[in-house]
T-cell receptor
Framework: DQQVKQNSPSLSVQEGRISILNCDYT??????FLWYKKYPAEGPTFLIS?????DKNEDGRFTVFLNKSAKHLSLHIVPSQPGDSAVYFC????????????FGKGTHLIIQP | ETGVTQSPTHLIKTRGQQVTLRCSSQ?????VSWYQQALGQGPQFIFQ???????GRGNFPPRFSGLQFPNYSSELNVNALELDDSALYLC??????????????FGPGTRLTVL
């Protein structure tokens, strides 16, 4: 039973345009959400997070939106750059931290020149 | 400040054997978590250690065990290896703040192949 779902295995976006990566979750106990980026042969790298008390968090080119009623979050990257090509994982935490992070399967973002 | 390191990078074992994977946490971090990432899947939480004690565990059998040392380095041990244990094993260190884990910093992983 997948509690965090990323339904798009891959996404291709032209350089300079907006990339939108989506994530859905089922567990209403999740109250903290994170996005990680992973290059081949490297571990995931933290990108941006959002607490359930907020509906938006921005950090430079990256913005995460949270819609709690729909149990949906999205990561917007604008403008998209070639270095953004990577696998992006959505992850959730249920509070306290001792249950670890629950990850989605990831979306492979490809930025085309 | 050094990042999270893991050893070995790759490992090949046969079914039934035992394996030990190692992780060196980022300086100053007191919490380490281990994840298993099968091909085409996201990382799955195995367990977490805080100040040398296990304080959280995912849905993994007891043959997956761990240790955290006073210098906050840690080990993941897997006994009686099965073919399905073939995966990338990721270690992540973090600083637990007020009960919530701050950003987890991941190592590059150990690729385990079980034949």
């Amino acid at each position: 039973d997948q509690q965090v779902k990323q339904n798009s295995p891959s996404l291709s976006v032209q350089e300079g345009r907006i990339s939108i990566l989506n994530c859905d979750y089922t567990n209403s106990m999740f109250d903290y959400f994170l996005w990680y980026k992973k290059y081949p042969a490297e571990g995931p790298t933290f990108l941006i997070s959002i607490s359930s008390i907020k509906d938006k968090n921005e950090d430079g080119r990256f913005t995460v939106f949270l819609n709690k009623s729909a149990k949906h979050l999205s990561l917007h990257i604008v403008p998209s750059q070639p270095g953004d090509s990577a696998v992006y994982f959505c992850a959730s935490e249920g509070g306290g931290g001792a249950d670890g992070l629950t990850f989605g399967k990831g979306t492979h973002l490809i930025i085309q020149p | 400040e050094t990042g999270v390191t893991q050893s070995p990078t790759h490992l090949i074992k046969t079914r039934g054997q035992q394996v030990t994977l190692r992780c060196s946490s980022q300086s100053g971090h007191n919490t380490v978590s281990w994840y298993q990432q099968a091909l085409g899947q996201g990382p799955q939480f195995i367990f977490q250690y805080y100040r040398e004690e296990e304080n959280g565990r995912g849905n993994f059998p007891p043959r997956f065990s761990g240790l955290q040392f006073p210098n906050y380095s840690s080990e993941l041990n897997v006994n009686a290896l099965e073919l399905d244990d073939s995966a990338l094993y990721l270690c992540a260190s973090s600083l637990e703040v007020r009960g919530r884990i701050d950003e987890q910093f991941f190592g590059p992983g150990t690729r385990l192949t079980v034949l």
